[in-house]
T-cell receptor, first 115, second 120 residues
Framework: AQSVAQPEDQVNVAEGNPLTVKCTYS??????LFWYVQYPNRGLQFLLK??????LVKGSYGFEAEFNKSQTSFHLKKPSALVSDSALYFC?????????????FGQGTTLQVKP | EAQVTQNPRYLITVTGKKLTVTCSQN?????MSWYRQDPGLGLRQIYY???????DKGDVPEGYKVSRKEKRNFPLILESPSPNQTSLYFC???????????????????FGDGTRLSIL
């Protein structure tokens, strides 16, 4: 079965420290990978995507993600966290084998950045 | 401003009373989709639409209907709501099917701000 896992329900980081939000996936073939962020009472906002090419992808608000095919991971990173980064983060995958346009989402990880 | 608009944002209703959640996008997107978000489960796709008059079931379609008579609108219909449909619902749209290479790559989906439904 195709799936996405975000193993941490919550990640706590001090402001100014680097952050990592983990994501692993299980799909057949090469996946398209996405990160979205959700602020309270808002919809999901696109952060970045991996389609092909460089394994390190840069996105909005200083976030980046590293695609690791051998570990089937796509961890979200930021060198220096801000309090305003506190939100709910979703990893999602779009399988090549699907023509439905469906995104398969992870369970979400709450990022808490403390001053 | 490019946006996906859902209405209502909040609704409390009773079992069996038909309701419709509207979704409209102003980006001329072909692809639209409905998701429900439940704690610990992430977002799950209910229905999607590739274009006008083309709709299909997602992972959790039971109890829901949709229609796509115009490109910009994609309403979600609950004919006879039940308490297990209490959830947070999101409508999303994208330029085309997210994986189609011909689209020039994968298009991220744009989400509405959500509709919180409580079925008593």
């Amino acid at each position: 079965a195709q799936s996405v896992a975000q193993p941490e329900d919550q990640v706590n980081v001090a402001e100014g420290n680097p952050l990592t939000v983990k994501c692993t996936y299980s799909v057949s073939g090469n996946p398209y990978l996405f990160w979205y962020v959700q602020y309270p009472n808002r919809g999901l906002q696109f952060l970045l995507k991996y389609i092909t090419g460089d394994n390190l992808v840069k996105g909005s608000y200083g976030f980046e993600a590293e695609f690791n095919k051998s570990q089937t991971s796509f961890h979200l990173k930021k060198p220096s966290a801000l309090v305003s980064d506190s939100a709910l983060y979703f990893c999602a995958v779009s399988p090549h084998s699907s023509n439905t346009g469906k995104l398969i989402f992870g369970q979400g990880t709450t990022l808490q950045v403390k001053p | 401003e490019a946006q996906v608009t859902q209405n209502p944002r909040y609704l409390i209703t009773v079992t069996g009373k038909k309701l419709t959640v509207t979704c409209s996008q102003n980006m001329n997107h072909e692809y639209m989709s409905w998701y429900r978000q439940d704690p610990g489960l992430g977002l799950r796709q209910i229905y999607y639409s590739m274009n006008v008059e083309v709709t299909d079931k997602g992972d959790v379609p039971e109890g829901y209907k949709v229609s796509r008579k115009e490109k910009r609108n994609f309403p979600l219909i609950l004919e006879s709501p039940s308490p297990n449909q209490t959830s947070l619902y999101f409508c999303a749209s994208s330029l085309s099917n997210v994986w189609t290479a011909a689209s020039g790559g994968n298009q991220p989906q744009h989400f509405g701000d959500g509709t919180r439904l409580s079925i008593l």
